[in-house]
Every structure is written in C-alpha cells, then in structure tokens.
C-alpha cells in the first residue's frame, strides 16, 4: 500500500491551520505554497478537507479555511478517509478460486480475512492519532521551527 501525498499534505495543512488564533483564516494558496504542493491540486484537498467538515472555507477578498472542530476532535483516520475515501485496501480477484476450479459456494480468498485484519489494526493506529497530539510530538521535537511556521501563519492569516 502507498497512500498518496494528498493525505500527507492534508495532515500538515491542519496542522499549520492548528495555529491559527480565533477568527483568523489562512489564504489556501499561502498553505499550498508552504507546503510547496501544486496550487490547484492543493484547492482539491482542501474542498474535499471542507466537505468532509474538518475545516471552513471563508469565501471573498479576506477569505481563506480554518479548522471546523478541535484538533483533539480531528484523527488522522478522519483526514485520511476525507482524501481517500473508504475503500478497502484489498479485493480478491479470484485467484484462489480459478487456481482450483472452486465451485462459487466453496470460494472464498485465504488472503481476505488477513488483509482485513491487517487493515484493521493501521486503521486503528491511525484513529487514536489527532492532530492535537501530532502538533504536541512536533512542538516537543522541533521547537524552534514550530515557532518559525507560528511567524509565518500570523504573516500570512487574516482576520
């Protein structure tokens, strides 16, 4: 499985939108820029991002997104299913069966019940994970940068 830079953009764009004070918006194009993400790719992201309500979009001249709920409340699973949607990582194709010439009510996948499993406990990795505690770990490890993006955010929000 290789799950796509949108996922990973998405993530680092909430958080960067984390640091936003009340009332203020951050100009798509300015996350999109920091994130060095195409422009009109990113403003994909980001209307699949609104319409699964982690974030507002602030139409007009003074416009730009800021997160709709608490980042305690926004798992990383959220994020994901957002940009990817939720399907399942795998599907028999029947291999099994052609292999030995299963009759349909004697098919089944000895591979299905593993993958689901396996899904299960990343899904589950994934949804302990908020953004609350992502921006917590990259506060403790990379204070000094963190405190860099906060500059950059007030530069570019707007309220």
């Not at 993530?11 to 951050?26: C, R, S, T």
């Not at 490890?141 to 963190?146: A, L």
Request: proline content about 4%.
């Amino acid at each position: 499985m290789q799950m796509k830079t949108g996922v990973e953009q998405s993530v680092y764009a909430i958080l960067i939108l984390n640091m936003l004070p009340d009332k203020a918006v951050l100009p798509g194009e300015a996350i999109s820029q920091q994130l060095d993400a195409s422009p009109t790719y990113f403003q994909k992201l980001l209307r699949k991002l609104v319409s699964a309500d982690l974030i507002t979009s602030v139409p007009g001249v003074k416009g730009g997104f800021k997160l709709k709920k608490k980042p305690e409340d926004i798992r990383v699973y959220d994020i994901y299913l957002a940009i990817e949607g939720q399907q399942s990582l795998y599907t028999s194709s029947g291999i099994l069966h052609d292999m030995f010439e299963l009759e349909e009510e004697d098919s089944c996948c000895l591979l299905t019940n593993l993958m689901e499993e396996a899904e299960s406990s990343w899904q589950s990795v994934l949804k302990r994970e908020t953004v609350a505690s992502l921006y917590e770990e990259i506060n403790e490890n990379y204070p000094s940068k963190v405190q860099l993006l906060q500059e950059w955010v007030k530069e570019k929000m707007v309220q």
